[in-house]
Nanobody
Framework: QVQLVESGGGLVQAGGSLTLSCAAS????????MGWFRQAPGKERDLVAA????????NYADSVKGRFTISRDNAKNTVYLQMNSLKPEDTAVYYC????????????????WGQGTQVTVSS
């Protein structure tokens, strides 16, 4: 069983930056993909960014491409989401998630979830 704990959310002005962290414990991540999802009130939960633990290949939603960067620290079993040039439409609860098989396009593949952290971007 893998546990995920997010941190780093908060209130930031439009144009500002914020970095989220997700600490993973309880197992090896060698075959995993790790991802960040977000969900705004009344909206679907959408994948923002994903990274393969081994090799480090990344995928981004078009809405954040060029502004957000996902990365991982293998020694710390931690994944990060660096968010720059934040916009009010980025306001959401952000969730860290883990896909043990590495598959990212099928929602059922995301087996482990963090508790979520609120990001609010003011105009």
């Amino acid at each position: 069983q893998v546990q995920l704990v997010e941190s780093g959310g908060g209130l930031v002005q439009a144009g500002g930056s914020l970095t989220l962290s997700c600490a993973a414990s309880g197992g090896t991540l060698s075959t995993y993909s790790m991802g960040w999802f977000r969900q705004a009130p009344g909206k679907e939960r959408d994948l923002v960014a994903a990274i393969r633990w081994t090799g480090g290949s990344t995928n981004y939603a078009d809405s954040v491409k060029g502004r957000f960067t996902i990365s991982r620290d293998n020694a710390k079993n931690t994944v990060y989401l660096q968010m720059n040039s934040l916009k009010p439409e980025d306001t959401a609860v952000y969730y860290c998630a883990a896909s043990p098989t590495g598959e990212i396009a099928i929602m059922y593949s995301w087996k482990y979830w963090g508790q979520g952290t609120q990001v609010t971007v003011s105009s």
